[in-house]
Each structure stands twice: as C-alpha cells, then as structure tokens.
C-alpha cells in the first residue's frame, strides 16, 4: 500500500509499477471525480485526467512529488469537468505542463457547459441548496471561467505518439462517441488502455454521448492487443471483460435504436451487463439511469442530432 490513501500502483510484469491508478470517487450528494492515472518517465510524470475534487488531484501531485519528478504533460481523455477541472491546479504546482485533450471542449464551453451557468449562479444564493453541492458549484463556474486550462496547447486530432523516454503512449480520437472528442490512450509497453469514460461502471453515462460513433470506438478498442483496461469509473479490467462489456453495449444501444419498450433495452444491459451492474451498490440507480438515457437523449432526435455531429432539417 502506498503512502497516499486510495492510491494502487499495479505492476503487470515489469520491474517497475507501470502505473498508478487513483480511483475516482463517488462521494454521497457531490459530484463524482473520474478515474486518474499518473505514468512515470525517466525525469517526468504524466497523468492522464485530473478529477474534479481538489482532495483528488492532491493524491495525483503527491505522486508526483514522492518521486521527485515534475508533472509535464495532462492527458484529458474528455472535457467532462469530473475529468479535467484539476488541470489547473496541477499547472499551478507545476507551470508548463503540455495539455493534450481533443478540441470538443471549445464547443462544450459554448453549448453544454455555457447553459448551466445561469442556474449554477442562482443557486449559490440559494439558503436551502446544501453546502457540499455549492463546492461543486463554484469548482464548475471556476473551471469555466478558465478555459486556458480545458482548452489544449496540444490538440489531439487523430492518432499520435507521446513518449516517455523508452516508452511510448498512443493517443487515439474517437469522433462523437461519449463526447465530441474522446481521446482513449494505448500503453503497448504494459499492454494497458486507458479509455476514459469510453467505458464506465455500472452504465454508459450518455449525457453527450452518441452511441453510432462509440460502438465504432469500442469496436477498435476490442482489437488491439492489451490486457488490462482502465475504465473512466470503477476499477480495472480484464480484455474479457471489456469485451462483455462492448457486446453489452452493442445490444443496449440497438435496442435504444429500434421501436422496443424502454423497459426492454433496460433489461437487456441488466442482463448483458449484470458483471458491471453488480459493480455498484444500487441497482435502482443503474436501473433509472439506463431508463433516463433511452428515453431522454439516445430517442431525442435533436440530442441525437447534436451529440453525433448531425444538423437537425429546419
Ligand atoms: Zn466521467
């Protein structure tokens, strides 16, 4: 166990733990941090998505400062604030980090992100809003307001080559899949993908999801060579079980597709995904989720339109 609480370094057969992996967590009534990951190099650190919660990405820079070497590149799989609103205090600790991430957040902070601000506002003065829920609130507005921080000085706008002294990390885009933009990372050297919220435990979030372009995602993620894949939430896995995880995906998104009950496409990932849905404590909750994401946005033409980069017909 490492000195920092919730922080597993896993070794996959080299000398050296590849990677440490730093659970996102679900705290009750706030707002959920995604999954990170912080790669060592020779003299640097790269982490690849930086939470929400100061608390989370104070465990990332306390890695990076158990060994001594500075932070000097962010990989944002997807601009989703649970994944990048740390970027910024993990460039004030370490100024000049390169940020990679895919251009979707410019159209974020114009369309998705840009609508909530009014409410957001309103409800800090609001006495009855909970204290917890206006820390996510200002962590949202501040994020926002700082879009230096979500917008890369690196854009990903296909395939490309990081490297870490020996090692060499593939950045692969896929186009209108959970995002716009989502970029999924390949580490040949410990036969890891890193695939941000491409999958997610118990349920694919589909907030801005478009589920066409994801299959295709999913679909070339299933052929590579890997063996351990990190989700955007929950913990690790094997090939296997991505795969289970893909097939289940695929039958629930063309469920979603066709004229079928909602209740249908429901128990087909209940039943598909049982593995994923066992992952969480509440069942109800994945139950009403899935519900919510068939009926409110993979059957709404115009969220359909939006989030697969269709122009709606006049
Ligand atoms: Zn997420």
Known sequence: MSGVAGVVALAVGLAQAPYTFIEGQVPANQQPDGNSIV???AREMLVIDTGRHPEHTEKIIA????RDKPITAIINTHWHLDHATGNARIRAAYPGAKLYASTAVEGALQGFLARGVEQAKASLDDPAVPETRKTDTRLYLNAINDPVNLIPDQPVR???TIRLGE?????HLARHAA?????????PASKTVFAGDLVVVPLPFFDTGCAEGWRQALAEIDQLDFQTLVPGHGLPMDHATFSSYRHAFDAFTACAD???PTASCVAIWRQQGAAFVAMHPNPKYTEAALGY???QVLRVPAKRA?????????
């Open 39 to 41: 790669i060592e190099g």
């Open 63 to 66: 890695v990076a400062r158990a």
């Open 158 to 160: 296909g395939t490309m």
């Open 167 to 171: 090692r060499e990390l593939q950045l």
């Open 179 to 187: 995002t716009e933009g989502d970029v999924w990372v390949h580490d």
């Open 258 to 260: 066709g004229d079928q």
């Open 293 to 295: 994401y068939v009926d």
């Open 306 to 314: 939006e989030y697969c980069g269709k122009r709606v017909a006049p």
